[in-house]
Antibody, heavy 121, light 107 residues
Framework: QLQLQESGPRLLKPSETLSLNCTVS??????????WDWIRQPPGKALEWIGG???????YNNPSLKSRVSISLDTYKNQFYLKMNSVTAADTAMYYC?????????????WGQGTLVTVSS | DIQMTQSPSTLSASVGDRVTITCRAG??????LAWYQQKPGKAPKLLIY???SLGGGVPSRFSGSGSGTEFTLTISSLQPDDFATYYC?????????FGGGTKVEIK
């Protein structure tokens, strides 16, 4: 059974860099049929796709986040990562790592449990 | 970006009711639509993809329909486990976007 688990610092100050890891078990992230994505959800609000990457493919980020986001894969560790720089209070949210089916325009069939990241001075 | 609009935002229903949630896309998305169920404190769970295909392990009381710009999620007989928030998501083009959610409450 495929499982995803987020980890990383949960409290950041404004202007710092958010760094999250997602450990995948039960399947290899080296497959070309899937993207490995991040989605976030501010408290009480709807879901927002952040971006994704694929083995031997390209990464795609939501243009709304401009160039603040970087998503990378480590196939040896079977992990993927999210880095978001210059965070503000607006980046406070539950962050989910997910598997995207198909291309960069995917639906998402497996989700991590999520990790709440709070940005506060 | 394609805007996804769900209605209603909140729905009160009783166990055994037939429930329908609507999702409208700001432009045609063919059948590239998914539905998710989210319970408080939990990650969303995929229910429906490609507008009408049931996700793995999803009970048959859930069904999806529609194409183009208008879609519906139907629960044929609401069960206690179904009280949750439901989101639609298009994946027709980059970037994918989600609807604002529909909360199904106990009447």
């Amino acid at each position: 059974q495929l499982q995803l688990q987020e980890s990383g610092p949960r409290l950041l100050k404004p202007s710092e860099t958010l760094s999250l890891n997602c450990t995948v078990s039960g399947a290899s992230i080296s497959g070309i049929n899937y993207y490995w994505d991040w989605i976030r959800q501010p408290p009480g609000k709807a879901l927002e796709w952040i971006g994704g990457n694929r083995y031997a493919g390209s990464s795609y980020n939501n243009p709304s986040l401009k160039s603040r986001v970087s998503i990378s894969l480590d196939t040896y560790k079977n992990q993927f990562y999210l880095k978001m720089n210059s965070v503000t209070a607006a980046d406070t949210a539950m962050y989910y790592c997910v598997r995207g089916v198909g291309g960069f325009d995917s639906h998402f069939d497996y989700w991590g449990q999520g990790t709440l990241v709070t940005v506060s001075s | 970006d394609i805007q996804m609009t769900q209605s209603p935002s909140t729905l009160s229903a009783s166990v055994g009711d037939r429930v329908t949630i609507t999702c409208r896309a700001g432009q045609t998305i063919s059948s590239w639509l998914a539905w998710y169920q989210q319970k408080p404190g939990k990650a969303p769970k995929l229910l429906i993809y490609q507008a009408s295909s049931l996700g793995g392990g999803v009970p048959s009381r859930f069904s999806g329909s529609g194409s183009g710009t208008e879609f519906t999620l139907t629960i044929s007989s609401l069960q206690p486990d179904d009280f949750a928030t439901y989101y639609c998501q298009h994946y027709h083009s980059f970037p994918v976007t989600f609807g604002g959610g529909t909360k199904v409450e106990i009447k």
